[in-house]
Each structure stands twice: as C-alpha cells, then as structure tokens.
C-alpha cells in the first residue's frame, strides 16, 4: 500500500482510493494523476508520501489523502491476490491471506477522516454511479455533489467492504473496466469530491439531487453461456427475465425492480443484484438527512421527473 498526503485548501481531512482491485487501472491512473497535480503539504519535510504506515506529516489541518491500496494486486493485474479486498473488511492483521491482513492496515490509514472516496470500475454497462452504506452529512456532501444521477443503498447487502466498515466511505463505479471514458470521468469525479469538502477551492461545488436505489439480493449464476437483458436502473418489467445461463433463469415477477451492476462477464457467480428505486436524496441545507421518496419535497418536480425518467432506462 502507497499513501501520498497533499494539501487541501480547507480543514477536512479528505482520502481516495484507487487499486483495491488490481485488475481496475482507472483509479490506479487517476490517484496518480491527482498526487503530480495537487500541491504537496507545507509541512511535509518531502513530497508528502508515506509507505501506508501512517507516518506522512498531516500537518494540523487538512489535508487529501491519496491511496493505492492493493500494489500486488496492481502489479500482477488481478483482482486480487489472495482474497477480494474489498470482501475482506475489516480484515485479521495476522492473516496468511495477503488482503485479509492488508484491510486492518488500510482501515488505519483512513482512521478520523472525514470523507473517503474509493474508485472502481466494472464490466457492468454505463451509466456511473455512486454507492453507500451508511448515510451520514458527509456520504450526502459526496453523493450529491458527484456528477451522477444514481447512489446505490447497498447497506442491507454485504458488510465487509470498504463503504460498509468506514465512516463517511462513498464508492463509485467511474465507468467500463479499461475504457479511458472511465479515467476521465473518475478525473472529475474526484475533483468535483475535493469541492464538495473545501479541499479544492478553484470553483464552487455543485450540488443537486440523486436518486436512490436500495440494493436487496445478489442474483446468482451459474454455468454456461450468460445472457443480461436489462441495463443498470433500468426498470424490468413484471415477468421479464433479468437473465440466464444454462442453470438460472431469472424472471422478475412483480414491478418495480431495476438491476445494479447488470454483467454478463463481470463476476464469476452473480450477474449482478437485484434493486428498487426508493427516492432522492437531497443536496446539503435543502432538507432532512434521509431518503425523500419521490414526488414528496419542495417543488422540484422538474428535475424529480429528469431523474425518473433516467431510472427508466433512457440514461
């Protein structure tokens, strides 16, 4: 693990981290894109970089800290080594498993922060989207002022990833495994994080609601040639089926269930899971800190409709 602190214009104390999967290069690329750009700590007696043991001068404000958290993983070009990182939290720092023991570790390496971004990417189809497990101020800082239409509620799904065992964690697929559509998008994402929490002040932060859809179960796979039949949000209808393989056939039997990370070739035992669309979450001082279901507000029906329509599929 490679942490590189830089300075950040405000008192928060930010982190993004690119490389939990190795087999992921966009947040590997832009993590190193963002640690030549962005300036390094006044108080660092260097350029800011540790060696992931904590020991890079944070100085007393803030600061944005930068991680590649799996360099095994990142070198050899696989998801993993031993075991997926980001199954593994919160990890056994005496593991035999190389990303068993490496999760306690990186866990202390966001210890105290007050917003953490981490980067991935998947063969799921476009478009982008944020994902949370525990909706604090800060995750609704990240969610909303992230340049996506949709957050996934992933906290009744599973709870050994990083946005389920950090605090104040949002996770995002930035785009397609290995596209460079993927790179740029992650690029602005980022910036559009540091914004969002005063580390970036070359302009103002945008914010605007984002619609939540709530992850219930994994759709299991099973063997033979797999076929995927509705896109990411896109609304299945009743007694369509999601997809199939030569063992499942996955048929939808009641309304109102949109797919996440919708893949034919993504993971090798589920084509993805199964969710509902549940409401909007709004942007900081434009109401309370909880999921508003939709139609339900303040006269923003205008852009309430925008975003359903995107949950339908015309994204």
Not at 11 to 24: L, Q, T, W
Not at 155 to 160: A, H, K, M, N
Not at 191 to 212: I, K, Y
């Amino acid at each position: 693990m490679q942490t590189i602190d830089r300075d950040s214009a405000g008192s928060a104390r930010v982190a993004i981290v690119g490389g939990i999967h190795g087999d992921e290069p966009a947040g590997v690329r832009i993590v190193r894109r963002l640690a030549d750009e962005l300036d390094p700590l006044d108080a660092a007696g260097d350029d800011g970089t540790a060696d992931g043991d904590g020991s890079g001068n944070a100085g007393s404000g803030g600061l944005v800290r930068l991680i590649l958290a799996n360099e095994p993983a990142i070198e050899a070009g696989t998801r993993y080594t031993d075991a997926d990182l980001n199954r593994a939290f919160p990890g056994d720092a005496d593991s035999d498993e190389y990303e068993r023991a490496l999760a306690p570790r990186l866990t202390a390496e966001l210890e105290g922060f007050d917003a953490v971004l981490a980067l991935h990417t998947s063969h799921s189809a476009p478009p982008p989207f944020a994902i949370f497990s525990d909706l604090t101020e800060s995750v609704r800082r990240t969610v909303t002022g992230l340049p996506v239409d949709h957050v996934v509620d992933a906290s009744g799904l599973r709870s050994t990833t990083l946005d389920s065992t950090i605090p104040h964690t949002v996770s995002v697929e930035v785009g397609r495994q290995g596209s460079e559509e993927a790179v740029e998008f992650g690029y602005e994402a980022c910036l559009a994080f540091l914004r969002v929490h005063g580390a970036l002040p070359d302009e103002p932060p945008t914010f605007s609601e984002t619609v939540v859809a709530k992850g219930s179960e994994e759709v299991p796979k099973g063997g033979g040639e797999p076929h995927v039949h509705f896109a990411n949000f896109e609304a299945i209808p009743e007694g369509a089926v999601f997809a199939e393989d030569d063992v499942y056939t996955h048929r939808v039997e009641e309304p109102g269930v949109v797919p996440i990370l919708a893949s034919e070739d993504g993971y090798d035992d589920i084509f993805g899971i199964y969710g509902r669309v549940t409401g909007v979450v709004k942007p900081p001082g434009e109401g309370d800190l909880r999921v508003y279901p939709r139609g339900e507000g303040d006269g923003n029906g205008d852009r309430d409709e925008r975003r359903d329509s995107g949950a339908g599929g015309n994204d």
